[in-house]
């Protein structure tokens, strides 16, 4: 009686595995984030839909659509070990904030230059996005404009202490992200800034 | 032919070039290899090319990691996509406008294991970013995960 029970039980697994997609191919896991913010994924299968919403929730492809379950930080590193690995070094912004059109620039600004570079050594293939930003005097095509003269700006002076042209993208977000919230045509100098981006 | 329909000719082989100039670059260049370690391959235009460390990537570019491989990408959009061994990854579809952060990502893990940490196109619209497994599609909502298919 118990024998036959054990061997039923059994018999489920191995059937719930089979549905669940041979227990290994086709499972998501929501991993912690880094930077601590509120994250989700959602798997759906045919029209069954579920939302992964918590580190480690977790979801299998079964015959009755994503079967969810909660992993382990073992059963990942186990299955997901190498591809985890291979995980590129996070990308890593300085802030210059350097009025344009003058020749030199301020000791603070040769500060964040240093350690744009010293990031850049730790890189085997790095490159850089640089990215303009306009405080919100004036329309979003201005600003646009604006915002790319002061990244080509930067980025020439990059190109100046050796970083390779074909490594250097220079964009503008004119006044779409703002250091300092403020309401239209407001003057703010803090806003008026170029971020460079080592990746 | 008329002055006007010479205009419209010229205006349309105007576009037409726009077009093609715009569709390279957004072709082009989506993304890098930043980690390639043992076999990893690129599958671009029926050809088969070495992917080592450095290696630019474009559109439609299948990757692939032999059974001692592993690879890590960075896109244009800072999203870090990286696969284990006997993996097979496409980036089906990639569009991206940096002053915007409008965009359009489709990947697809054919076989293996793959880790995503996701970049500004799910952040600026949750449903820009998609990643397809043979069995199932997910939706990307600024998030760290990891996923396997056969």
Known sequence: MIASARRAARLLG?????MLGACATGTVVLLPSSDGHKTAVTVRQGDQEVVLAE???AATPSLAGPFA??????????RFGAAVAAQPRPPVSFTLNFELGTDTLSDAAKRVLDEVFAEIAKRPVPDVLVIGHTDTTGNDALNDALGQQRADAVRDILVRLGVKPADIRAVSRGRRELAVPTGDNVDEPRNRRVVIEVR | MSKFTRRSVLRNLLLCVCAMIGGS????????????KGRV???RHGATLPAPVGTR???ADVVKTGADGSVGITMTDDSLLSAGPDSVLELSQYAYDPTTRKGRFEASLGKGTLAVVSGRIAKASPEAMTVRTPDAVLGVRGTEFVVSAK
């Open chain 1, 14 to 18: 191995a059937a719930a595995c089979a």
């Open chain 1, 55 to 57: 580190p480690y929730a």
């Open chain 1, 69 to 78: 379950y909660k992993a382990s930080p073992r059963e990942v590193e186990a």
């Open chain 2, 25 to 36: 670059v957004q072709a082009a260049d989506i993304g890098q290899v930043k980690v390639s």
């Open chain 2, 41 to 43: 391959e690129i599958e």
């Open chain 2, 57 to 59: 990537l474009e559109a």
